[in-house]
Protein backbone atom coordinates (compact mmCIF):
# COMPACT_ATOMS: atom_id res chain seq x y z
CA UNK A 1 0.00 0.00 0.00
CA UNK A 2 1.49 2.96 -1.18
CA UNK A 3 2.24 5.86 1.89
CA UNK A 4 -0.83 7.98 1.77
CA UNK A 5 -3.34 5.22 0.22
CA UNK A 6 -4.43 5.03 4.30
CA UNK A 7 -7.40 7.49 3.38
CA UNK A 8 -9.30 4.39 1.66
CA UNK A 9 -9.44 2.95 5.22
CA UNK A 10 -10.84 6.32 6.99
CA UNK A 11 -13.79 7.22 8.55
CA UNK A 12 -13.70 11.47 8.89
CA UNK A 13 -15.69 12.78 11.59
CA UNK A 14 -16.80 16.65 10.72
CA UNK A 15 -16.89 18.70 13.37
CA UNK A 16 -17.93 22.75 13.01
CA UNK A 17 -16.30 23.97 16.08
CA UNK A 18 -18.55 26.81 16.77
CA UNK A 19 -21.01 24.39 17.59
CA UNK A 20 -20.25 21.42 19.02
CA UNK A 21 -18.78 21.67 22.31
CA UNK A 22 -18.14 25.09 24.45
CA UNK A 23 -15.82 24.61 27.86
CA UNK A 24 -15.22 28.27 28.88
CA UNK A 25 -18.87 29.48 29.14
CA UNK A 26 -19.15 32.00 26.53
CA UNK A 27 -21.57 29.91 24.45
CA UNK A 28 -19.03 29.08 21.48
CA UNK A 29 -17.51 26.30 20.73
CA UNK A 30 -13.63 25.59 21.45
CA UNK A 31 -10.95 23.83 21.17
CA UNK A 32 -10.73 22.83 24.26
CA UNK A 33 -14.46 21.64 24.32
CA UNK A 34 -13.44 19.21 21.17
CA UNK A 35 -10.03 17.92 23.20
CA UNK A 36 -12.71 17.11 25.74
CA UNK A 37 -15.60 15.06 23.90
CA UNK A 38 -12.38 12.76 21.88
CA UNK A 39 -13.49 10.05 23.54
CA UNK A 40 -16.52 10.16 22.05
CA UNK A 41 -15.88 10.51 18.81
CA UNK A 42 -13.20 7.15 19.20
CA UNK A 43 -15.97 5.43 20.38
CA UNK A 44 -18.11 6.49 17.69
CA UNK A 45 -15.35 4.56 15.45
CA UNK A 46 -14.06 7.24 13.51
CA UNK A 47 -10.71 7.70 13.04
CA UNK A 48 -9.81 11.03 11.09
CA UNK A 49 -11.36 14.26 12.29
CA UNK A 50 -12.02 17.02 10.00
CA UNK A 51 -12.18 20.74 11.64
CA UNK A 52 -14.27 23.27 10.15
CA UNK A 53 -11.65 26.68 9.91
CA UNK A 54 -10.00 27.72 13.12
CA UNK A 55 -8.05 30.61 12.19
CA UNK A 56 -8.35 34.16 12.87
CA UNK A 57 -11.64 35.55 11.13
CA UNK A 58 -14.18 38.46 11.59
CA UNK A 59 -16.61 35.92 10.75
CA UNK A 60 -18.48 37.48 7.94
CA UNK A 61 -18.98 33.70 6.92
CA UNK A 62 -18.32 31.94 10.09
CA UNK A 63 -14.82 31.29 9.52
CA UNK A 64 -14.56 31.27 5.73
CA UNK A 65 -13.38 34.66 5.73
CA UNK A 66 -9.54 33.93 7.33
CA UNK A 67 -7.68 37.27 8.41
CA UNK A 68 -4.45 35.18 9.60
CA UNK A 69 -3.79 31.73 8.61
CA UNK A 70 -1.54 31.01 11.12
CA UNK A 71 -3.38 32.41 14.02
CA UNK A 72 -6.07 30.67 15.98
CA UNK A 73 -9.45 32.60 16.05
CA UNK A 74 -9.05 33.52 19.69
CA UNK A 75 -12.62 32.43 20.35
CA UNK A 76 -11.35 28.92 19.82
CA UNK A 77 -8.55 29.45 22.37
CA UNK A 78 -5.21 29.88 21.36
CA UNK A 79 -2.31 28.11 19.67
CA UNK A 80 -1.04 26.33 22.46
CA UNK A 81 -4.70 24.61 22.55
CA UNK A 82 -4.60 23.74 19.12
CA UNK A 83 -1.41 21.60 19.65
CA UNK A 84 -2.85 19.92 22.87
CA UNK A 85 -5.58 19.24 20.65
CA UNK A 86 -3.36 17.59 18.02
CA UNK A 87 -1.53 15.77 20.55
CA UNK A 88 -4.32 14.22 22.47
CA UNK A 89 -5.92 13.53 19.20
CA UNK A 90 -2.62 11.18 17.78
CA UNK A 91 -2.75 9.94 21.19
CA UNK A 92 -5.82 8.39 20.30
CA UNK A 93 -5.12 7.47 16.93
CA UNK A 94 -7.25 9.86 15.37
CA UNK A 95 -6.20 11.81 12.55
CA UNK A 96 -6.87 15.76 11.80
CA UNK A 97 -7.56 17.28 8.42
CA UNK A 98 -7.79 20.99 8.24
CA UNK A 99 -9.77 22.95 6.57
CA UNK A 100 -8.14 24.76 3.61
CA UNK A 101 -10.00 28.23 2.19
CA UNK A 102 -7.44 29.60 -0.51
CA UNK A 103 -9.90 30.81 -3.35
CA UNK A 104 -10.51 33.60 -0.90
CA UNK A 105 -9.03 35.55 2.07
CA UNK A 106 -11.23 38.27 4.36
CA UNK A 107 -10.75 41.64 3.52
CA UNK A 108 -8.95 41.89 6.75
CA UNK A 109 -6.38 39.68 5.67
CA UNK A 110 -3.23 41.64 5.66
CA UNK A 111 -2.83 40.73 1.97
CA UNK A 112 -6.11 42.41 1.17
CA UNK A 113 -5.54 45.81 2.86
CA UNK A 114 -1.85 46.13 1.45
CA UNK A 115 -3.49 45.48 -1.96
CA UNK A 116 -6.44 47.69 -2.06
CA UNK A 117 -4.08 50.36 -1.35
CA UNK A 118 -2.67 50.76 -4.67
CA UNK A 119 -1.60 49.14 -7.91
CA UNK A 120 2.26 49.50 -7.31
CA UNK A 121 2.74 47.33 -4.05
CA UNK A 122 4.09 43.93 -3.22
CA UNK A 123 0.52 42.63 -2.80
CA UNK A 124 -1.10 44.51 -5.69
CA UNK A 125 -2.15 41.69 -8.12
CA UNK A 126 -2.46 39.33 -5.10
CA UNK A 127 -6.16 39.64 -5.52
CA UNK A 128 -8.15 39.76 -9.28
CA UNK A 129 -8.64 43.65 -9.92
CA UNK A 130 -10.45 45.44 -12.92
CA UNK A 131 -10.87 48.35 -14.15
CA UNK A 132 -15.05 49.70 -14.20
CA UNK A 133 -15.96 49.30 -17.71
CA UNK A 134 -18.77 51.95 -18.71
CA UNK A 135 -18.62 52.99 -15.63
CA UNK A 136 -20.00 49.40 -14.01
CA UNK A 137 -18.61 46.47 -12.57
CA UNK A 138 -16.43 44.52 -15.19
CA UNK A 139 -18.69 41.59 -16.19
CA UNK A 140 -22.18 40.54 -14.95
CA UNK A 141 -21.55 38.09 -12.56
CA UNK A 142 -22.91 37.51 -9.59
CA UNK A 143 -21.83 36.15 -5.85
CA UNK A 144 -22.84 33.01 -4.72
CA UNK A 145 -23.96 35.01 -1.70
CA UNK A 146 -26.63 37.20 -4.08
CA UNK A 147 -26.07 40.31 -5.49
CA UNK A 148 -22.91 41.33 -7.43
CA UNK A 149 -19.68 39.48 -7.05
CA UNK A 150 -17.72 43.13 -7.64
CA UNK A 151 -17.15 45.77 -5.31
CA UNK A 152 -15.55 49.06 -6.14
CA UNK A 153 -12.61 50.16 -4.29
CA UNK A 154 -11.57 54.06 -4.46
CA UNK A 155 -8.12 53.93 -3.62
CA UNK A 156 -7.55 52.34 -6.09
CA UNK A 157 -10.09 52.72 -8.65
CA UNK A 158 -10.72 49.20 -9.44
CA UNK A 159 -13.59 46.76 -8.57
CA UNK A 160 -12.20 43.37 -7.20
CA UNK A 161 -13.67 39.98 -7.44
CA UNK A 162 -15.45 38.12 -4.48
CA UNK A 163 -17.53 35.07 -5.62
CA UNK A 164 -18.53 34.71 -2.37
CA UNK A 165 -18.79 37.84 0.59
CA UNK A 166 -17.98 41.17 -0.38
CA UNK A 167 -15.79 40.52 2.69
CA UNK A 168 -14.12 37.32 0.89
CA UNK A 169 -12.33 38.73 -2.00
CA UNK A 170 -10.77 36.20 -4.61
CA UNK A 171 -7.21 35.18 -4.52
CA UNK A 172 -5.19 35.78 -8.28
CA UNK A 173 -3.82 32.42 -8.66
CA UNK A 174 -2.32 33.48 -11.92
CA UNK A 175 0.35 35.12 -9.91
CA UNK A 176 3.27 32.76 -8.65
CA UNK A 177 3.20 34.82 -5.48
CA UNK A 178 0.50 34.06 -4.38
CA UNK A 179 0.76 30.47 -5.37
CA UNK A 180 4.30 30.28 -3.17
CA UNK A 181 2.47 32.13 -0.07
CA UNK A 182 -0.48 29.40 -0.29
CA UNK A 183 1.91 26.31 0.06
CA UNK A 184 4.00 28.10 2.37
CA UNK A 185 0.85 28.11 4.92
CA UNK A 186 0.39 24.32 3.85
CA UNK A 187 3.48 23.56 5.07
CA UNK A 188 3.20 25.69 8.26
CA UNK A 189 0.23 23.23 9.33
CA UNK A 190 1.85 19.73 7.93
CA UNK A 191 4.77 20.77 9.63
CA UNK A 192 3.38 21.27 13.16
CA UNK A 193 1.63 17.85 12.37
CA UNK A 194 -1.81 18.00 10.76
CA UNK A 195 -2.52 15.02 8.40
CA UNK A 196 -4.20 16.56 5.73
CA UNK A 197 -6.45 18.93 4.22
CA UNK A 198 -10.13 19.86 2.62
CA UNK A 199 -9.69 22.03 0.42
CA UNK A 200 -12.72 24.47 0.19
CA UNK A 201 -14.17 25.22 -3.19
CA UNK A 202 -11.08 24.85 -4.86
CA UNK A 203 -11.99 24.00 -8.38
CA UNK A 204 -12.82 28.16 -8.08
CA UNK A 205 -8.91 29.24 -8.03
CA UNK A 206 -8.54 29.80 -12.17
CA UNK A 207 -10.86 31.47 -13.58
CA UNK A 208 -11.70 31.97 -17.23
CA UNK A 209 -9.80 34.00 -19.56
CA UNK A 210 -10.61 37.36 -20.03
CA UNK A 211 -13.51 36.83 -17.74
CA UNK A 212 -16.09 37.50 -19.80
CA UNK A 213 -19.74 37.97 -19.25
CA UNK A 214 -21.95 34.86 -18.46
CA UNK A 215 -25.70 33.58 -18.93
CA UNK A 216 -28.18 35.08 -16.97
CA UNK A 217 -30.88 32.83 -15.36
CA UNK A 218 -34.91 33.98 -16.02
CA UNK A 219 -35.53 36.80 -13.05
CA UNK A 220 -31.87 37.76 -11.99
CA UNK A 221 -29.82 40.77 -13.01
CA UNK A 222 -26.52 38.65 -12.57
CA UNK A 223 -24.55 35.77 -13.81
CA UNK A 224 -23.69 33.64 -11.04
CA UNK A 225 -20.24 32.36 -10.30
CA UNK A 226 -20.95 29.13 -10.06
CA UNK A 227 -20.52 27.53 -13.08
CA UNK A 228 -18.53 30.02 -14.71
CA UNK A 229 -15.52 29.94 -12.22
CA UNK A 230 -15.73 26.07 -11.74
CA UNK A 231 -12.88 23.76 -12.93
CA UNK A 232 -10.93 26.29 -14.89
CA UNK A 233 -8.10 26.47 -17.42
CA UNK A 234 -4.92 26.36 -15.18
CA UNK A 235 -7.20 24.15 -12.64
CA UNK A 236 -5.07 20.75 -13.53
CA UNK A 237 -1.82 22.71 -13.29
CA UNK A 238 -2.39 24.13 -10.28
CA UNK A 239 -3.23 21.15 -8.23
CA UNK A 240 0.25 19.22 -10.03
CA UNK A 241 2.14 21.89 -9.11
CA UNK A 242 0.33 22.05 -5.14
CA UNK A 243 1.16 18.07 -5.48
CA UNK A 244 4.64 18.55 -6.69
CA UNK A 245 6.23 21.11 -4.22
CA UNK A 246 3.66 20.02 -0.75
CA UNK A 247 1.64 17.43 -1.10
CA UNK A 248 3.87 15.11 -2.28
CA UNK A 249 6.30 15.84 0.32
CA UNK A 250 3.97 14.66 3.24
CA UNK A 251 2.35 11.58 3.97
CA UNK A 252 -1.63 13.15 4.14
CA UNK A 253 -4.78 13.15 3.02
CA UNK A 254 -6.85 15.52 0.69
CA UNK A 255 -10.38 16.04 -0.45
CA UNK A 256 -11.42 18.87 -2.94
CA UNK A 257 -14.54 20.57 -2.50
CA UNK A 258 -15.08 20.80 -6.06
CA UNK A 259 -18.81 21.79 -7.08
CA UNK A 260 -20.38 21.37 -10.55
CA UNK A 261 -17.80 18.66 -11.56
CA UNK A 262 -18.88 14.93 -12.67
CA UNK A 263 -16.90 12.10 -12.55
CA UNK A 264 -14.58 12.70 -15.54
CA UNK A 265 -13.43 15.83 -13.71
CA UNK A 266 -12.74 13.64 -10.50
CA UNK A 267 -10.62 11.26 -12.03
CA UNK A 268 -8.56 14.08 -13.91
CA UNK A 269 -8.07 16.05 -10.45
CA UNK A 270 -8.05 12.96 -7.96
CA UNK A 271 -6.37 10.17 -9.77
CA UNK A 272 -5.16 7.11 -8.09
CA UNK A 273 -1.86 7.70 -9.47
CA UNK A 274 -1.05 10.07 -6.80
CA UNK A 275 -0.68 12.91 -9.03
CA UNK A 276 -3.12 15.12 -7.78
CA UNK A 277 -5.80 15.19 -4.56
CA UNK A 278 -7.29 11.84 -3.46
CA UNK A 279 -10.90 12.10 -3.79
CA UNK A 280 -13.13 15.28 -4.51
CA UNK A 281 -16.45 16.39 -2.81
CA UNK A 282 -18.49 16.18 -5.34
CA UNK A 283 -22.35 18.02 -5.25
CA UNK A 284 -24.64 16.13 -8.09
CA UNK A 285 -26.19 14.15 -5.09
CA UNK A 286 -26.87 17.28 -3.18
CA UNK A 287 -27.83 19.45 -5.84
CA UNK A 288 -31.07 17.04 -7.37
CA UNK A 289 -33.05 19.62 -6.93
CA UNK A 290 -31.91 22.78 -7.60
CA UNK A 291 -33.14 24.87 -10.81
CA UNK A 292 -29.77 26.69 -11.97
CA UNK A 293 -32.00 28.09 -14.75
CA UNK A 294 -34.05 30.35 -12.25
CA UNK A 295 -32.88 33.24 -9.87
CA UNK A 296 -34.05 31.03 -7.18
CA UNK A 297 -31.43 28.80 -8.03
CA UNK A 298 -31.10 26.06 -5.18
CA UNK A 299 -34.14 27.48 -2.91
CA UNK A 300 -36.61 25.23 -2.88
CA UNK A 301 -38.45 22.80 -0.47
CA UNK A 302 -38.97 19.64 -3.09
CA UNK A 303 -38.23 16.29 -1.82
CA UNK A 304 -35.28 14.95 -3.88
CA UNK A 305 -36.43 11.77 -6.31
CA UNK A 306 -35.08 8.57 -5.12
CA UNK A 307 -34.68 7.20 -9.06
CA UNK A 308 -32.44 10.69 -9.37
CA UNK A 309 -30.57 9.94 -6.33
CA UNK A 310 -29.41 6.36 -7.16
CA UNK A 311 -28.66 7.60 -10.94
CA UNK A 312 -26.52 10.04 -9.29
CA UNK A 313 -24.52 8.17 -6.67
CA UNK A 314 -24.57 4.86 -9.38
CA UNK A 315 -22.86 7.18 -12.18
CA UNK A 316 -20.52 7.93 -9.76
CA UNK A 317 -19.76 4.69 -8.03
CA UNK A 318 -19.01 3.21 -11.23
CA UNK A 319 -17.16 6.15 -13.16
CA UNK A 320 -14.57 6.38 -10.62
CA UNK A 321 -14.20 2.97 -9.85
CA UNK A 322 -10.28 1.86 -10.18
CA UNK A 323 -9.73 5.63 -11.51
CA UNK A 324 -10.23 7.64 -8.34
CA UNK A 325 -11.86 7.58 -5.16
CA UNK A 326 -15.27 8.31 -3.88
CA UNK A 327 -16.13 11.01 -1.03
CA UNK A 328 -19.61 9.51 1.14
CA UNK A 329 -21.52 12.60 2.59
CA UNK A 330 -25.41 13.09 3.25
CA UNK A 331 -24.78 16.10 4.77
CA UNK A 332 -22.37 18.63 6.16
CA UNK A 333 -21.86 22.16 7.62
CA UNK A 334 -23.56 23.77 3.94
CA UNK A 335 -26.53 20.97 3.26
CA UNK A 336 -29.27 20.30 5.56
CA UNK A 337 -30.23 17.24 7.62
CA UNK A 338 -29.74 14.24 6.00
CA UNK A 339 -32.12 12.22 7.61
CA UNK A 340 -34.90 15.75 6.82
CA UNK A 341 -33.38 16.00 3.58
CA UNK A 342 -33.24 12.63 2.19
CA UNK A 343 -36.09 10.61 4.46
CA UNK A 344 -38.44 11.26 7.11
CA UNK A 345 -37.58 12.69 10.58
CA UNK A 346 -40.97 12.58 11.58
CA UNK A 347 -41.05 10.60 15.49
CA UNK A 348 -42.69 7.61 14.24
CA UNK A 349 -39.67 6.88 11.50
CA UNK A 350 -36.70 9.29 12.68
CA UNK A 351 -34.55 6.48 14.24
CA UNK A 352 -34.85 3.90 11.42
CA UNK A 353 -34.65 6.64 8.87
CA UNK A 354 -31.80 7.67 9.97
CA UNK A 355 -30.42 4.09 9.86
CA UNK A 356 -31.62 3.80 6.95
CA UNK A 357 -29.66 6.72 5.47
CA UNK A 358 -26.43 5.26 7.41
CA UNK A 359 -26.54 1.95 5.71
CA UNK A 360 -27.24 3.36 2.13
CA UNK A 361 -24.14 5.38 2.44
CA UNK A 362 -21.63 3.13 4.39
CA UNK A 363 -22.17 0.40 2.02
CA UNK A 364 -20.65 2.01 -0.43
CA UNK A 365 -17.14 2.29 -2.20
CA UNK A 366 -15.17 5.61 -0.59
CA UNK A 367 -14.54 7.09 2.46
CA UNK A 368 -17.29 8.10 4.60
CA UNK A 369 -17.98 11.51 6.06
CA UNK A 370 -20.08 11.30 9.11
CA UNK A 371 -21.20 15.33 9.94
CA UNK A 372 -21.37 15.92 14.09
CA UNK A 373 -24.96 14.98 15.23
CA UNK A 374 -25.35 12.50 11.90
CA UNK A 375 -25.02 9.48 14.38
CA UNK A 376 -27.82 10.56 16.28
CA UNK A 377 -30.06 11.21 13.94
CA UNK A 378 -30.26 14.89 14.61
CA UNK A 379 -32.42 16.63 12.17
CA UNK A 380 -33.28 20.32 10.81
CA UNK A 381 -34.02 22.57 13.13
CA UNK A 382 -37.60 23.81 11.19
CA UNK A 383 -37.32 27.24 12.08
CA UNK A 384 -40.41 29.47 10.92
CA UNK A 385 -39.13 33.19 10.84
CA UNK A 386 -36.37 35.00 9.61
CA UNK A 387 -35.23 36.52 12.50
CA UNK A 388 -34.17 32.76 13.74
CA UNK A 389 -31.45 32.54 11.07
CA UNK A 390 -27.66 33.42 11.28
CA UNK A 391 -26.50 32.09 8.13
CA UNK A 392 -25.45 35.12 5.66
CA UNK A 393 -26.27 33.12 2.36
CA UNK A 394 -29.72 32.38 3.90
CA UNK A 395 -30.72 36.21 5.02
CA UNK A 396 -29.30 37.39 1.67
CA UNK A 397 -31.20 35.13 -0.57
CA UNK A 398 -34.07 35.75 1.25
CA UNK A 399 -33.74 39.98 0.62
CA UNK A 400 -32.79 39.36 -3.00
CA UNK A 401 -35.49 36.74 -3.78
CA UNK A 402 -38.58 38.22 -1.80
CA UNK A 403 -37.59 41.93 -1.06
CA UNK A 404 -35.85 42.86 -4.12
CA UNK A 405 -37.06 41.05 -7.13
CA UNK A 406 -40.21 39.85 -5.28
CA UNK A 407 -40.07 36.08 -7.27
CA UNK A 408 -42.02 34.05 -4.83
CA UNK A 409 -43.79 35.28 -0.97
CA UNK A 410 -42.65 35.32 2.47
CA UNK A 411 -43.93 32.99 3.12
CA UNK A 412 -42.84 29.93 0.44
CA UNK A 413 -39.13 31.31 1.22
CA UNK A 414 -39.57 30.44 4.52
CA UNK A 415 -40.59 27.14 3.58
CA UNK A 416 -37.47 27.20 1.51
CA UNK A 417 -35.12 28.19 3.98
CA UNK A 418 -36.54 25.31 6.69
CA UNK A 419 -35.87 22.52 3.90
CA UNK A 420 -32.27 24.10 2.82
CA UNK A 421 -30.50 26.70 4.65
CA UNK A 422 -27.14 26.22 5.95
CA UNK A 423 -28.02 26.91 9.60
CA UNK A 424 -29.95 23.61 9.69
CA UNK A 425 -26.33 22.30 10.58
CA UNK A 426 -25.42 24.90 12.62
CA UNK A 427 -27.49 24.28 16.01
CA UNK A 428 -25.44 23.05 18.60
CA UNK A 429 -24.78 19.70 18.91
CA UNK A 430 -26.91 17.74 21.06
CA UNK A 431 -25.15 16.10 23.98
CA UNK A 432 -27.89 15.72 26.67
CA UNK A 433 -32.06 17.13 27.82
CA UNK A 434 -30.34 19.12 29.96
CA UNK A 435 -30.56 23.31 29.73
CA UNK A 436 -28.57 24.22 26.48
CA UNK A 437 -28.30 20.48 25.30
CA UNK A 438 -24.98 20.11 27.32
CA UNK A 439 -23.56 22.09 24.63
CA UNK A 440 -22.66 25.34 27.30
CA UNK A 441 -23.03 26.20 30.72
CA UNK A 442 -22.58 29.82 29.82
CA UNK A 443 -25.49 32.45 29.41
CA UNK A 444 -26.44 31.67 25.75
CA UNK A 445 -24.86 29.75 23.16
CA UNK A 446 -24.18 31.32 20.25
CA UNK A 447 -26.70 30.19 17.99
CA UNK A 448 -30.67 28.84 19.09
CA UNK A 449 -30.64 25.33 19.89
CA UNK A 450 -32.62 22.31 17.86
CA UNK A 451 -36.18 22.05 20.14
CA UNK A 452 -36.46 18.26 20.27
CA UNK A 453 -32.86 18.54 21.59
CA UNK A 454 -34.51 16.90 25.02
CA UNK A 455 -35.62 13.50 22.81
CA UNK A 456 -32.61 13.65 20.52
CA UNK A 457 -29.22 13.52 22.41
CA UNK A 458 -26.22 11.33 22.91
CA UNK A 459 -26.50 11.16 26.38
CA UNK A 460 -29.57 9.13 25.93
CA UNK A 461 -28.32 7.48 22.74
CA UNK A 462 -25.22 6.23 24.81
CA UNK A 463 -27.31 3.98 27.21
CA UNK A 464 -30.10 2.61 24.09
CA UNK A 465 -28.16 -0.04 22.42
CA UNK A 466 -30.66 -0.06 20.16
CA UNK A 467 -29.66 3.79 19.01
CA UNK A 468 -28.82 5.66 15.61
CA UNK A 469 -25.53 6.24 17.53
CA UNK A 470 -24.51 2.34 17.95
CA UNK A 471 -26.21 1.46 14.47
CA UNK A 472 -23.89 3.98 13.29
CA UNK A 473 -20.61 2.18 15.38
CA UNK A 474 -21.18 -1.08 13.88
CA UNK A 475 -21.61 0.22 10.32
CA UNK A 476 -17.88 1.66 10.67
CA UNK A 477 -16.51 -1.23 12.44
CA UNK A 478 -18.30 -3.54 9.71
CA UNK A 479 -16.80 -1.70 6.94
CA UNK A 480 -13.33 -1.98 8.80
CA UNK A 481 -13.73 -5.57 9.21
CA UNK A 482 -14.81 -6.22 5.34
CA UNK A 483 -12.97 -5.43 2.27
CA UNK A 484 -15.66 -5.94 0.29
CA UNK A 485 -17.12 -2.48 1.83
CA UNK A 486 -13.95 -0.95 1.47
CA UNK A 487 -13.00 -2.02 -1.70
CA UNK A 488 -15.71 -4.13 -3.97
CA UNK A 489 -16.84 -3.33 -7.42
CA UNK A 490 -20.44 -1.68 -7.59
CA UNK A 491 -23.96 -2.85 -9.26
CA UNK A 492 -26.83 -1.11 -9.39
CA UNK A 493 -29.71 -3.46 -9.07
CA UNK A 494 -33.51 -2.30 -10.39
CA UNK A 495 -32.21 1.45 -11.46
CA UNK A 496 -36.11 2.73 -12.02
CA UNK A 497 -37.37 1.41 -8.27
CA UNK A 498 -38.99 4.90 -6.73
CA UNK A 499 -38.93 3.08 -3.79
CA UNK A 500 -36.34 0.79 -2.47
CA UNK A 501 -32.30 2.00 -3.44
CA UNK A 502 -30.46 -1.65 -3.70
CA UNK A 503 -27.20 -2.20 -5.06
CA UNK A 504 -24.94 -5.09 -4.76
CA UNK A 505 -21.05 -5.17 -4.31
CA UNK A 506 -18.55 -7.61 -5.61
CA UNK A 507 -14.86 -8.71 -4.52
CA UNK A 508 -13.17 -11.81 -5.01
CA UNK A 509 -15.91 -14.65 -4.69
CA UNK A 510 -17.61 -12.58 -2.21
CA UNK A 511 -21.13 -10.90 -3.11
CA UNK A 512 -22.59 -8.10 -0.59
CA UNK A 513 -26.36 -6.82 -1.01
CA UNK A 514 -27.83 -3.78 0.23
CA UNK A 515 -31.22 -3.03 0.45
CA UNK A 516 -32.39 0.04 1.51
CA UNK A 517 -36.62 1.35 1.67
CA UNK A 518 -36.45 4.96 1.26
CA UNK A 519 -40.80 5.17 2.04
CA UNK A 520 -42.95 4.66 5.22
CA UNK A 521 -44.48 2.13 3.53
CA UNK A 522 -44.18 -1.36 3.47
CA UNK A 523 -43.34 -2.86 -0.25
CA UNK A 524 -42.18 -6.54 -1.05
CA UNK A 525 -39.30 -6.93 -3.25
CA UNK A 526 -37.41 -10.65 -4.00
CA UNK A 527 -33.54 -10.03 -4.43
CA UNK A 528 -33.10 -13.39 -5.14
CA UNK A 529 -30.75 -13.88 -1.76
CA UNK A 530 -29.47 -17.33 -1.43
CA UNK A 531 -29.75 -19.42 1.27
CA UNK A 532 -27.25 -19.44 4.35
CA UNK A 533 -26.47 -15.55 3.60
CA UNK A 534 -25.13 -13.45 6.16
CA UNK A 535 -27.21 -10.99 7.78
CA UNK A 536 -24.58 -8.53 8.38
CA UNK A 537 -26.67 -5.67 9.47
CA UNK A 538 -30.46 -4.00 9.34
CA UNK A 539 -32.28 -2.21 11.14
CA UNK A 540 -35.62 -4.36 12.63
CA UNK A 541 -34.60 -6.97 14.85
CA UNK A 542 -35.82 -9.95 12.72
CA UNK A 543 -35.82 -10.42 8.98
CA UNK A 544 -39.20 -11.02 7.33
CA UNK A 545 -37.48 -11.57 4.01
CA UNK A 546 -38.82 -10.09 0.34
CA UNK A 547 -41.06 -7.69 2.95
CA UNK A 548 -39.71 -4.51 3.52
CA UNK A 549 -41.28 -2.63 6.27
CA UNK A 550 -41.05 1.17 6.11
CA UNK A 551 -37.27 2.73 5.72
CA UNK A 552 -36.02 -0.81 6.53
CA UNK A 553 -32.53 -1.55 5.99
CA UNK A 554 -30.49 -4.60 5.52
CA UNK A 555 -27.14 -6.09 4.04
CA UNK A 556 -26.48 -9.31 3.18
CA UNK A 557 -23.16 -10.90 2.28
CA UNK A 558 -22.86 -14.46 0.19
Given at each position: ????????????????PMSFQDSNGDGIGDLKGIESRLDYVKKLGANTIWLNPIYKSPNKDNGYDIADYESIQPAYGTMADFDSLLAAMHSKGIKLLMDLVVNHTSDQN????????????????????????????????????????????????????????????????????????????????????????RMDVINYISKPDGLPDGPVPAGSKYSPCEPLTTNGPHLLEYLNEMNDKVLSKYDMMTVGEMPATNPEDAVRYANLDGSGLNMIFQFEHVSLSFNPDQAIGKWNDEPVKLTELKHSLSRWQAGLDGKSWNSLYWNN????????????????????????????????????????GEELGMTN????????????????????????????SGDKMLSYLASRSRDNART??????GKYAGFTTGDKPWYRLNANYPEINAADELVDQDSVFYYYQKLIQLRRDNDIIRYGRFEALDPK??????????????TLVSINNFTAESVARDYQIPAGAQLLIGNYADDQGTELRPFESKVYLF
Open positions: MAKNDWFKDSVVYQIYEWFQESKKSRDNKYADFYIWRDPVDGHAPNNWGSNFAGSAWTFVPERGQYYLHCFAEGQPDLNWRNPEVREAVYSLMRFWLDKGVDGFHDQPRAVSRFANDEPEFRVRAAKMLGTTLHMLQGTPYVYEGHFTSLDQYEDIESINAYKQIVDQEHLVPMQWDNDDAVFAYKRHYNDL
